[in-house]
């Protein structure tokens, strides 16, 4: 998506941001002006954009919904907290070079059975209150902002089929090679690892295995877990006695994982 005019009222146009990498220059009022962003977003939580505008006007930027403390900071003051209005910021820009610093950090959103609550989980940064949401079988899903992390089991893989004219082009067979009936602990001793990567560039193809910047971790335990099938899972079950000693797992971003967990048991420590 990018820029897109909204009714002008009053004498200054506005512009909305609607986008990460913005393509075009928004039209706004007939005020040319020109954006660029620079960012690592989604493995980054700060956005650094620069606008160079004939006119004054006010440009708006979408603060997502999952954003926790974020912070804005214009041509080089102190940041201040985000106060979006119907989930956009607005940034008065002025006629010649305008920049500003979003800083959006975002929850750890745990998928749990009952009402929705708050936990308290740690950051390599920071402690923050997290919202929770409910799932069937007492069953627990991890998200930050907009990534959906799971559990990579390691794995063997088989060729099934490759395509003769793209050798690339192959049906694969992943079977574990180790144990995936996990069930997560507390989500108060989940630990949320960000920093930015080694150069300030991402790794390419950034969703590789164990090539993200971003993981979780979390404390875990092996349990009985059974198959419904020769290639799937049953439900996770609930309320599982753990079978073995508790112990640290990673959590990656779902699209880095090839044979995943993505929906976990919990267990009650003793």
């Known amino acids: 998506m990018a820029d897109v005019p909204l009714h002008q009222h009053g004498p200054r146009p506005r512009c ?20 660029a962003v620079d960012t690592l977003y989604p493995f980054s939580d700060s956005l650094a954009t620069t606008i160079t505008a004939e006119k004054d006007f006010t440009y708006y930027v979408r603060v997502p919904s999952w954003v926790s403390k974020g912070t804005i ?10 106060t979006p209005s119907n ?11 305008t920049k500003f610093t979003l800083n959006l950090p975002s929850d750890i959103t745990i998928g749990t059975a009952g009402s929705p ?15 929770a949401e409910s799932r069937p079988h007492s069953s627990v899903a991890v998200h930050r902002g907009p990534l959906h992390y799971a559990f990579d089991i390691a794995r063997s893989q088989k060729v099934l089929q490759q395509n003769a004219q793209q050798p690339l082009a192959k049906d694969l067979e992943f079977d574990a090679t180790a144990n995936w009936q996990l069930a997560l602990g507390d989500p108060k001793t989940f630990v949320f690892n960000g920093g930015a990567p080694e150069g300030g560039n991402l ?30 899972a049953a439900s996770p079950p609930e309320n599982p006695e753990c079978a073995g000693p508790v112990q640290n797992i990673t959590l990656w971003p779902f699209g880095a994982t090839k044979l995943r967990i993505g929906e976990f048991p919990t267990f009650k420590a003793n």
């Open 16 to 35: 909305v941001d609607t986008c990460i990498n913005l393509t075009r220059p928004p039209a706004c009022a007939g005020n040319k002006v020109s954006v």
């Open 203 to 232: 790794p390419s193809p950034v969703f590789d295995s164990g090539l993200p910047p971003f993981t979780i971790t979390a404390q875990a335990c092996p349990i009985e877990w059974e198959v419904a099938g020769d290639t799937f």
């Open 87 to 97: 989930g956009l910021q607005a940034v008065p820009v002025k006629a010649g070079t």
């Open 117 to 131: 609550k708050s936990v308290i989980v740690r950051t390599v940064l920071m402690a923050i209150r997290l919202p």
């Open 73 to 82: 900071a214009i041509n080089g003051a102190k940041a201040k907290a985000v």
